[in-house]
């Protein structure tokens, strides 16, 4: 595996193929591939969802989630279409690369494997966290040193290692029970903070969607992306409806939002909403054990979020848009330098321990917010300058083999959205007093993001690509003839809407 570490870092030559699978099973390939690009996905509990409705309460946690749902659906979609068309190796970046401008691109790379790496970091402190449920002996800081060895050796094993340990991790995660009532929407109340408490966790839900993006990009790289990535797409929808909002729902019927044990400023452990409520009802022995499954998916969502950031800073080491040491892999084609380098950011985890998990905790979760948020926004550009490529070179967009629900603008509100929120989340931080500290979280990431697209843009002196000069060709999957595609008979506007969300 070790000779298909180039150019083509992330492709499925480096993973076990489904290749020869039957292209009607195209999504269920691409969910059992060991492609650490999926797991985000996975339906699990993470650690992460501990302080949301803390912030927000149940009913803000609800609107959070439900509005960035409808967003992600909507860049789902712009996604699909590129993935489909040309279903390339580096995916959105190279999207950027290709149709706005290459300074873009290397911006937008570093913006992902930053979210991954704070993501990694999140995970290190989750885990300290919910394992302080049944002790303290062991101090925050050894139980992140633990699993930053731990993540590290099961990476280093190499990606069939890596799948083992995948599967087994988020077969175990995935289970939970759901118990039902309302009662905490009356007392304390649906909402923390009113509309405060709201902005404040669109950052969490930004950052518990992140990976939803990758679905795209694996079912792309299918044997048959003409049918595997509608079918990835559309899935989407269902996974944003019942296991996130849906999963939003109960934790907030679940527990009260002012309740101490869930992560406060100055805690050193936390419990889960679901273990919180078990013990309440007095059934310690599934208490324990959702504790147990808990600590399993963040363990497993650690592990995807290392594979995640060392891919991508591979990929763009061997593209020049990093340092070329960190492109170097070992025999069996693990790519060693950009792990520990990867790893060895995740270590601001460590700043927990003087500070306490509430501070720190929060500022990792509000940056990989605001960097999913930008993934986000470039992803819907570079749809609409390819969609405006395709007129400009006299290419019909109808022939698409598949397009875009509710283009252009479900894709125009989608980067709106995207782009508000970038600014709408950190809003409480001029509210008075103002919080220099706060500021500088919730902010620092735009002024870090455009110096990165201007010095790269002097250096290498890119430039805007014209829609004339535009490169739409290249591993481009063909557009059927107007012949090729089947006759469409006219249907009603429910249809219409059944077709879009299942096919």
């Excluded at 919080?435 to 735009?446: E, K, R, T, W």
Aim: net charge neutral.
């Amino acid at each position: 595996m070790a000779e298909n570490y180039g150019k083509d870092a992330l492709t499925f030559d480096t993973f076990p193929s489904n290749d020869g699978a039957d292209s009607r099973n195209g999504v269920e390939d691409v969910e059992r591939s060991t492609n650490p690009y999926t797991a985000p996905l996975h339906r699990k509990l993470k650690a992460r969802h501990l302080q949301m409705i803390a912030i927000g309460g149940p009913a803000g946690i609800l609107i959070s989630f439900s509005l960035v749902g409808i967003i992600v659906f909507f860049v789902m979609q712009s996604l699909g279409e590129m993935a489909t068309m040309i279903p390339v190796t580096g995916s959105f970046t190279e999207y950027a690369e290709r149709f706005i401008d290459d300074s873009l691109a290397f911006a937008l790379g570093w913006a992902y494997w930053y979210l991954w790496v704070t993501v990694l970091a999140n995970e290190y402190t989750s885990i300290s966290l919910v394992i302080g449920y049944w002790t303290q002996a062991v101090p925050l800081w050894g139980w992140m040193l633990i699993f930053w060895v731990v993540f590290l050796g099961i990476s280093n094993l190499g990606v069939l290692a890596y799948g083992e340990v995948e599967f087994w991790l988020s077969l175990a995660g995935g289970i939970g029970p759901q118990t039902i009532g309302f009662k905490y929407w009356h007392n304390p109340g649906a909402f923390a903070d009113s509309i405060n408490g709201v902005a404040n966790t669109f950052v969490i839900a930004g950052t518990l969607y992140a990976g939803t993006e990758m679905v795209g990009i694996t079912a792309g790289e299918s044997a048959n992306p003409r049918k595997a990535v509608p079918r990835a797409i559309r899935q989407v929808f269902w996974r944003i409806l019942f296991f996130y909002i849906g999963m939003m729902f109960f934790i907030g019927i679940l527990i009260p939002y002012n309740d101490e044990r869930l992560l406060g400023k100055g805690s050193k452990t936390a419990s889960s909403p679901l273990t919180i409520a078990l013990t309440d009802a007095g059934i310690l022995p599934a208490a324990h054990l959702i504790n147990a499954l808990i600590v399993v998916s963040v363990i497993s969502a650690g592990n995807s979020s290392l594979y995640v950031a060392s891919r991508t800073i591979l990929f763009m080491s061997r593209n020049g848009k990093a340092p070329r040491f960190l492109g170097r892999t070992n025999r069996a084609g693990v790519p060693w330098a950009a792990l520990i380098f990867s790893n060895l950011f995740a270590c601001i985890a460590f700043l927990d321990v003087s500070s306490g998990a509430g501070v720190v905790y929060s500022a990792l979760i509000t940056l990989s917010g605001v960097a999913t948020f930008i993934v986000w926004s470039v992803i819907g550009i570079s749809h609409i300058r390819f969609r405006e490529a395709l007129v400009a070179q006299g290419q019909d967009p109808s022939l698409l083999p598949y397009r875009a629900a509710f283009y252009p603008w479900g894709t125009y509100a989608a980067v709106a959205a995207n782009i508000f929120l970038v600014f709408f989340q950190g809003y409480t931080a001029f509210l008075s007093p103002f919080s220099p500290q706060n500021f500088v979280i919730n902010y620092i990431l735009l002024p870090v993001f455009v110096l990165f697209v201007v010095v790269y843009k002097f250096w290498k002196k890119t430039r805007w690509v014209k829609l004339e000069e535009m490169d739409i060709w290249t591993g481009r999957r063909e557009f059927p003839t107007s012949e090729e595609l089947p006759d469409k008979k006219p249907s009603r506007w429910l249809t219409k809407v059944r077709e879009i969300i299942v096919g």
